[in-house]
C-alpha cells in the first residue's frame, strides 16, 4: 500500500462548478498534511497547510480526518486557472515529506 | 534570480555515464531534499539533508548518490545512468518549521534526465 494515495483523477469540470479531492495516509503518526499545487512541466508550490480543525483559504478548503487517515481539498466557484494538479502531501513521523501521484483537474469553459 | 537553481534544466545522457544534477539554494534552509518525479506516480524522495555533514536516503536511493558540499549546496550523481532513470528532478529546500509542523518546501524549477 502507497504511503499517500489519491485519486489521479483526471477530473473534468466547468467553470464555476464545485470539485473535491481525497487522499488518504497510511502512517498514523504523521504530523503535518498540505496540498500543493503544480502546473505542467513546472515545479510543485504550496496551496494551502492543513490543520486539524479544518482551515479556509478563500475558494479553498481543507480538512484534516485524522481517525480516517484522510485529507480533503474542495474547491468552490472553480476558475479557468485552477487547471494543475494537485498533491498531497505528509510528513512523516521522521521528518520527511511524502507525496501523492497528485489529482489532476481540468477546468473548461 | 530564483531561491533554489538546477543545473542543468535538461540532460540527455547514454547508459553508464556519469550524471551531477547540481542544486543551490539562497533561502538559508538547512533541510535540503532530491525528488524525482515519474508520471503516475508522483514525487518520490531519493535523499536528503538536514545539515551539511547529514546525509539520508530516502525511499528511492538505490543508484544514486549525494554530496552536501556547503549549507546552500547538494549535488545529485548518477555514478552510472541506466534508461529508467529518466525522470524529472527536483530539488527542494524548507526550513525546520514550528514544533510539530513542518515548513513549507520550495522547488527548483527541475532538472529533466533521459538516459538512452
Known amino acids: 500500500r502507497k504511503e499517500v494515495e489519491q485519486d489521479p483523477g483526471p477530473f473534468n469540470v466547468p467553470e464555476g462548478a464545485t470539485v473535491a479531492f481525497n487522499c488518504t495516509y497510511s502512517?498514523?503518526?504523521?504530523?503535518?498534511f498540505f496540498w500543493y499545487r503544480q502546473d505542467c512541466r513546472k515545479e510543485p508550490k504550496l496551496l494551502m497547510s492543513v490543520y486539524s480543525s479544518g482551515n479556509e483559504d478563500g475558494r479553498f478548503t481543507a480538512q484534516l480526518n485524522r481517525a480516517s487517515q484522510y485529507i480533503s481539498l474542495l474547491i468552490r466557484d472553480s476558475k479557468l486557472s485552477d487547471s494543475a494538479t494537485y498533491l498531497c502531501v505528509v510528513n512523516d513521523y521522521n521528518n520527511d515529506m511524502r507525496f501523492g501521484a497528485g489529482t489532476r483537474l481540468t477546468v473548461k469553459p | 534570480d530564483a531561491d533554489v537553481t538546477q543545473t542543468p534544466r535538461n540532460r540527455i545522457t547514454k547508459t553508464g555515464k556519469r550524471i551531477m544534477l547540481e542544486c543551490s539554494q539562497t533561502?538559508?534552509?538547512?533541510?535540503m531534499y532530491w525528488y524525482r518525479q515519474d508520471p503516475g506516480l508522483g514525487l518520490r524522495l531519493i535523499y536528503y539533508s538536514f545539515d551539511v555533514k547529514d546525509i539520508n536516503k530516502g525511499e528511492i536511493s538505490d543508484g544514486y548518490s549525494v554530496s552536501r558540499q556547503a549549507q546552500a549546496k547538494f549535488s545529485l550523481s548518477l555514478e552510472s545512468a541506466i534508461p529508467n532513470q529518466t525522470a524529472l528532478y527536483f530539488c527542494?529546500?524548507?526550513?525546520?518549521?514550528?514544533?510539530?509542523?513542518?515548513?513549507?518546501?520550495?522547488f527548483g524549477e527541475g532538472s529533466r534526465l533521459t538516459v538512452l
Open positions: 527542494a529546500t524548507r526550513d525546520r518549521g514550528s514544533g510539530s509542523i513542518a515548513g513549507e518546501l520550495f
Open positions: 533561502k538559508g534552509h538547512d533541510r
Open positions: 502512517n498514523s503518526a504523521s504530523q503535518s
